[in-house]
């Protein structure tokens, strides 16, 4: 008996464990099935509200920003219009006061018919600026909108409100030198309202005299109205998304649909579209809200669709502005993630079914076999071997990790970059989108380990790469490429402007300072960026096109970005090519040196000439140097190729000026990375003295752009070259930052006009006064004006009136070589034989 209870217990131990399991792995299936379809059902409720959430806060943060700009752009036109008129006064100033120097020995009624025959005319702020002269006793002097009050007394002349404005303002003028001043007139188009005026005069001391202007501050607020209008009016984002702007007399001041644009909501035949802007105009008059409505038209369809928008008001100028997405667009969405859900659960039901059918199988027979001590020998060796292997695991993992990420920053590096990029490319290619690779370079990062040590530039590389990180979302990946390199990847992208919103994004991390160890670090990124499939089918031809177009993108300008073509390929190869062979261009003597001729107004003499180089190539023709000059500045040749035409201007100058009974003088043009060399001064000086020339015939050209950039670095430069015996002139005057502190602060003693402006100064009235100002500038600074590009002769002629200094151009002669300006040039006594 005994022994069949064994044995039935023995059954029992044998049967028992499997119902078990099979029982326990029905119920444990059923709780999983159960809970997998509620967790489906949770997560579409989730996704329909996460996505209508986020559609939302995306219009309202898109409206915000704009109301923000608005206000920006209001709460500054009292500044902008006062900093312009401030400007223009300035200007007027400076001609009234270098016509009085350049003609005192005159009587004051011939200067002032001088100066107000050089300020009449002048307009400006869309032709409503003008300005006017009083003496500082009322007495008007010039009033060139209502002539017939000149030589007339305005002392008490008053506006609406009772102020004296001539009065007031001469006495103001006089006193601190310049005042602004505020009065109220009517205006012509309507004479029942008054409008705020603010004028601006300053005190002309030599004839007692105040110059001034007005503007209504109202039309300075309608110009920014109008601009702003204009760029609310270009806002466009994917299919269907625009800004629309309304006034609260229902007036459409901006819509995509631009034959509505104008037209009078409250007034339209459409009961639907007048019941709708009603409601918009009463949301934007109380504040801001959220509004549903069924729009007359969706653009990408053309037809009526149901809209979510979010309106804002502008109380100050009446306007209501607002952006919305179309519900049709968040349900085709949803429809579509929610099949991907439902087909992602499905499959990993059957995953988990499968998993269980196998666990359930291998216990059942498991349990058959095992006795209960193999069982706990079992148990206790399989915790040994987890053990073993969880510490094996985890070296391994974290040798894989430091194998696949990069020690500093802890992103990607090169080698899970490409495999992140070729998983990206695989998603968006089964999806039929698009993937961004976009290749970013800290620009000028060397400066910063110059000036605060690596450690510093190491502390900017790893927060860089905290917020790299945090920008990327879902499917992004961004990874370290090596130095100050990184490259981003955005698949899935349905539409370029995704794209360019992500570039806008990286760049904005740039705006602010990054506070290092307490220290204030400025940096900027350029970026490159190439897409799939259009530029490339694999992570390596991605990562090469995003390079190229980086690498243009910097040659270009910092601190920009630059989306791949195929002309940004052919270009960049053109200048890998340029670069190539200007290496040896010097060697094969392929360059040369032109001599542009410069002629004296006042003799109509040549008084020195411009040095131009020249490259003509076997391979790539004749290059122009506004190709090979920046690709020699950044591959460094521009030293080598710098000091070859200083060097052979001068021997050939020399020679000319022995073998003349007169001397020329000699311009050079020099590039600003050879004026930042701290051997140029002593390189410049050591070639003169080689050749014997004197530095007093040497006239060093330089742009405005390098004062701009470097004003600290260059400064001690030029008065070093200034005290070794050269002169100086700023070339392309006019054309980039132009300030008179340069004049003032810097050892100049020339200046050119560009030839931009002389193309243009005989029929268009505004280059006529610049060139007249600049000359006029150049004669109170007591520094020579040289106009270039001159090929007419009414263009020589109006310039002799002017008295300008110094004439160059086609008009007198083209660039020539050294053996034709001799030729042209030389003495009637000269021996040509004479080789120095």
């Given at each position: 008996m005994k022994i069949a209870h064994d044995v039935k217990l023995l059954r029992l131990i044998k049967i028992i464990p499997p119902m078990l399991v099979t029982a326990f792995a029905c119920l444990a299936i059923f709780i999983v099935i159960s809970n997998n379809q509620e967790k489906l059902e949770r997560d579409i409720l989730a996704l329909q509200q996460d996505f209508i959430s986020s559609r939302k806060d995306m219009v309202q943060a898109q409206v915000?920003?704009?109301?923000?700009?608005?206000?920006?752009?209001?709460?500054?036109?009292?500044?902008?219009?006062?900093?312009?008129?401030?400007?223009?006064?300035?200007?007027?100033?400076?001609?009234?006061?270098?016509?009085?120097?350049?003609?005192?020995?005159?009587?004051?009624?011939?200067?002032?018919?001088?100066?107000?025959?050089?300020?009449r005319n002048i307009r400006?702020?869309?032709?409503?600026?003008?300005?006017?002269?009083?003496?500082?006793?009322?007495?008007?002097?010039?009033?060139p909108i209502v002539p017939s009050m000149e030589g007339t007394s305005k002392i008490d002349l008053q506006d609406i409100r009772g102020n004296f404005i001539v009065k007031d303002m001469g006495e103001l003028a006089k006193e601190h030198g310049e005042t602004f001043y505020n009065w109220w007139f009517v205006k012509p188009d309507n004479q029942e309202k008054e409008?705020?005026?603010?004028?601006?005069?300053?005190?002309?001391?030599?004839?007692?005299?105040?110059?001034?202007?007005?503007?209504?501050?109202?039309?300075?607020?309608?110009?920014?109205?109008?601009?702003?209008?204009?760029?609310?009016?270009?806002?466009?984002?994917?299919?269907?998304?625009?800004?629309?702007?309304?006034?609260?007399?229902?007036?459409?001041?901006?819509?995509?649909?631009?034959?509505?644009?104008?037209?009078?909501?409250?007034?339209?035949p459409d009961p639907n579209i007048n019941k709708i802007g009603h409601k918009v105009i009463e949301a934007g008059k109380k504040g801001e809200a959220f509004?549903?409505?069924?729009?007359?038209?969706?653009?990408?369809?053309?037809?009526?669709?149901?809209?979510?928008?979010?309106?804002?008001?502008?109380?100050?100028?009446?306007?209501?502005?607002?952006?919305?997405f179309y519900e049709s667009e968040t349900k085709s969405y949803l429809n579509k993630r929610k099949l991907e859900i439902e087909a992602q659960n499905k499959k990993q039901l059957i995953e988990l079914l499968s998993l269980s059918f196998v666990v359930t199988l291998f216990f059942i027979i498991l349990s058959f076999f095992l006795t209960r001590y193999l069982s706990k020998r079992f148990t206790d060796y399989e915790e040994k071997i987890n053990r073993d292997f969880d510490e094996l695991n985890s070296v391994k993992l974290e040798s894989q990790y430091q194998a696949l990420h990069d020690s500093l920053t802890q992103l990607p590096n090169r080698a899970l970059l490409d495999e992140h990029i070729q998983q990206g490319i695989e998603l968006s290619k089964?999806?039929?989108?698009?993937?961004?690779v976009m290749f970013v370079d800290l620009d000028d990062f060397k400066k910063i380990n110059d000036l605060h040590g690596h450690s510093v530039g190491d502390s900017l590389l790893i927060l860089l790469g905290k917020m790299f990180n945090e920008i990327i979302e879902g499917g992004d990946s961004v990874a370290r490429f090596g130095g100050d390199e990184f490259i981003f990847c955005f698949p899935e992208i349905s539409h370029l402007s995704i794209a360019e919103q992500k570039v806008e994004q990286i760049l904005s991390l740039f705006s602010n300072e990054f506070d290092i160890d307490g220290k204030a670090i400025y940096s900027s990124c350029s970026i490159g960026v190439a897409m799939f499939p259009k530029d490339g089918e694999n992570s390596e031809e991605l990562v090469s096109k995003a390079d190229t177009a980086l690498y243009k993108s910097k040659s270009l300008q910092k601190g920009q970005s630059l989306f791949f073509n195929h002309s940004i390929e052919k270009q960049v190869k053109r200048d890998f090519l340029i670069e190539t062979e200007l290496r040896t261009a010097l060697v094969n003597e392929e360059l040369s040196v032109l001599y542009q001729p410069q002629i004296s107004v006042e003799t109509g003499d040549i008084i020195g000439v411009e040095a131009l180089v020249r490259w003509q190539n076997d391979s790539l023709g004749f290059v122009s140097p506004a190709e090979f000059i920046p690709i020699a500045e950044n591959t460094g040749t521009i030293h080598e190729l710098g000091a070859f035409v200083i060097e052979k201007t001068l021997k050939e100058i020399k020679e000319f000026n022995l073998c003349n009974a007169f001397s020329l003088n000699l311009s050079i043009n020099i590039s600003p990375k050879q004026l930042l060399d701290p051997k140029f001064t002593e390189s410049v000086v050591s070639i003169c003295r080689e050749v014997a020339f004197d530095p007093q015939f040497v006239t060093l050209e330089i742009t405005e752009n390098v004062l701009i950039t470097d004003l600290s670095l260059v400064q001690p430069?030029?008065?070093?070259?200034?005290?070794?015996?050269?002169?100086?002139?700023?070339?392309?005057?006019?054309?980039?930052?132009?300030?008179?502190?340069?004049l003032s602060n810097l050892p100049m003693n020339e200046i050119k006009i560009d030839r931009s402006f002389i193309d243009k100064f005989l029929t268009n009235s505004q280059s006529e006064s610049l060139v007249k100002t600049i000359i006029a500038i150049g004669r109170f600074c007591n520094l020579t004006v040289v106009a270039e590009g001159v090929e007419t002769k009414a263009q020589y002629e109006r310039l002799v009136l002017y008295h300008c200094d110094l004439i160059q151009g086609y008009y007198f002669d083209k660039p020539l070589t050294y053996k034709s300006l001799v030729e042209r040039y030389q003495s009637s006594n000269i021996d040509m034989n004479w080789t120095g």
């Open positions: 915000k920003q704009l109301v923000e700009q608005i206000n920006y752009e209001k709460s500054s036109t009292e500044s902008i219009l006062k900093n312009d008129i401030k400007q223009h006064i300035y200007q007027a100033h400076a001609i009234a006061t270098s016509i009085y120097e350049n003609n005192k020995s005159k009587t004051e009624i011939e200067v002032t018919k001088l100066i107000t025959d050089a300020l400006f702020n869309n032709g409503r600026g003008y300005f006017f002269i009083y003496k500082t006793n009322g007495l008007s002097v010039m009033h409008f705020r005026k603010i004028g601006f005069g300053k005190h002309f001391v030599p004839y007692d005299w105040f110059i001034g202007t007005g503007e209504y501050l109202i039309d300075v607020e309608n110009d920014i109205k109008n601009q702003l209008i204009q760029r609310i009016s270009n806002i466009r984002y994917g299919e269907n998304g625009y800004v629309f702007l309304y006034d609260h007399q229902g007036n459409t001041l901006s819509h995509v649909v631009e034959s509505v644009l104008g037209s009078n909501v409250f007034n339209h509004l549903s409505y069924l729009s007359p038209v969706m653009p990408a369809t053309g037809k009526p669709a149901e809209k979510i928008s979010f309106v804002q008001g502008i109380p100050e100028w009446n306007w209501v502005l607002g952006t919305g089964r999806n039929k989108k698009m993937l961004a430069v030029l008065s070093k070259l200034r005290s070794s015996g050269f002169k100086l002139s700023l070339d392309d005057f006019g054309t980039g930052y132009s300030s008179l502190s340069y």
